[in-house]
């Protein structure tokens, strides 16, 4: 999961573990742990993970026709 994959690489580059990580967010290491196997965490968890993490997550929706054919996409 990309999501995930970068949540590990903001982790890594803070230097902080699941353990650091599940003091901040106040819950068990355990389920850190299971976020990160899961690989498809909510997105109330993503919101939480970002929020400790110091950082935000930008999601946008835009209409398709404001955006490329698919075909033109590399």
């Given at each position: 999961?990309?999501?995930?994959?970068?949540?590990?690489?903001?982790?890594?580059?803070?230097?902080?573990?699941?353990?650091?990580?599940?003091?901040?967010?106040?819950?068990?290491?355990?389920?850190?742990?299971?976020?990160?196997?899961?690989?498809?965490?909510?997105y109330l968890a993503l919101l939480y993970l970002c929020d400790d993490l110091d950082v935000c997550m930008d999601i946008k929706f835009i209409d398709k026709k404001f955006t490329e054919k698919k075909d033109d996409i590399i």
């Open positions: 999961n990309e999501l995930m994959a970068e949540i590990e690489r903001i982790c890594k580059l803070k230097g902080i573990s699941q353990k650091e990580l599940a003091q901040k967010m106040h819950i068990a290491q355990q389920n850190v742990s299971h976020i990160f196997s899961n690989n498809n965490p909510s």
